[in-house]
């Protein structure tokens, strides 16, 4: 007789209520979770300082964040207080797999922070790690941008 049959009520029980918790916990342990460290762009100082021209824009470097697959590191353009650029300096690009994965989020995080207008932005599924050094990275910049 098959161990799932009636004779073994509390059997299918226990496993009954296993799947039910695991449709329930598994949905939730998937969602996308928020920095809540990021901050927004704090205005400039009176003059721009840093490469750029006396119009008030201004170029700053973040640091470089160490991830599992390698460093990550921005640079921030600032123009009259908002930011206008930002550059992945340093990527993981060791292999075949890390260039394409960072081919397709390093522009989606580009397109984020900027229409953000600051580190608060969206993990790229796929590029968690990238995501996380970038997000630190803006973040390290920006605050250097405020001093």
């Known amino acids: 007789m098959h161990p799932l049959r009636k004779n073994r009520p509390l059997r299918r029980t226990v496993l009954a209520c296993a799947a039910a918790v695991a449709a329930t916990v598994l949905p939730l342990s998937l969602k996308p979770h928020t920095n809540p460290g990021a901050t927004a762009v704090p205005p400039p100082a009176s003059s721009g300082t840093g490469s750029g021209s006396g119009s008030g824009s201004r170029t700053v470097t973040g640091d470089t964040e160490r991830t599992r697959w390698g460093p990550v590191q921005v640079r921030i353009?600032?123009?009259?207080?908002?930011?206008?650029?930002?550059?992945?300096?340093?990527?993981?690009?060791?292999?075949p797999r890390d260039r394409e994965i960072n081919a397709y989020a390093l522009p989606r995080l580009r397109a984020e922070a900027l229409a953000a207008q600051n580190a608060d932005i969206d993990t790229v599924s796929g590029a968690t790690y990238t995501s996380t050094g970038y997000r630190q990275s803006l973040q390290s910049a920006l605050d250097s941008a405020a001093r």
Not at 79 to 94: I, M, N
């Open 77 to 95: 353009t600032l123009e009259a207080g908002r930011l206008t650029d930002v550059t992945a300096v340093r990527h993981p690009s060791d292999n």
